[in-house]
């Protein structure tokens, strides 16, 4: 069992910036990548960002320049620095952790599938 918790949405002017956070919580040994996906009003979901165990990050060419994401395996946390934000980037914002080993005293395990979500929030970019 995991839960992913999301916080630092809000309105914002463009060109301003917000800073998103999400922590997994669970009997969690590490996590192989996190995301960040984003879904607007009568669009499908998209992946904004990932990052990979070993640092590894791809983002969609909508971003690039203006958003960083980051982790800190220790928290089991990843971050989501957005800079120059544009009212395109109106949107929920979802948290994603795929594959994740976890640890009960002395045991490791997977469960199936491994596909973990928050329960989003809300970036609203406006004048």
């Known amino acids: 069992q995991v839960q992913l918790v999301e916080s630092g949405g809000g309105l914002v002017q463009p060109g301003g910036s917000l800073r998103l956070s999400c922590i997994a919580s669970g009997n969690i040994f590490s996590i192989n990548a996190m995301g960040w996906y984003r879904q607007a009003p009568g669009k499908q979901r998209e992946l904004v960002a990932r990052?990979?165990?070993?640092?590894?990050?791809n983002y969609t060419d909508s971003v690039k320049g203006r958003f960083t994401i980051s982790r800190d395996n220790a928290k089991n946390a990843v971050y989501l620095q957005m800079n120059s934000l544009k009212p395109e980037d109106t949107a929920v914002y979802y948290c994603?952790?795929?594959?994740?080993?976890?640890?009960?005293?002395?045991?490791?395990?997977?469960?199936?599938?491994?596909?973990?979500w928050g329960q989003g929030t809300q970036v609203t970019v406006s004048s």
């Open positions: 994603n952790a795929y594959e994740i080993l976890f640890r009960n005293s002395s045991t490791y395990y997977y469960l199936p599938h491994g596909d973990y």
């Open positions: 990052i990979t165990n070993g640092g590894r990050t």
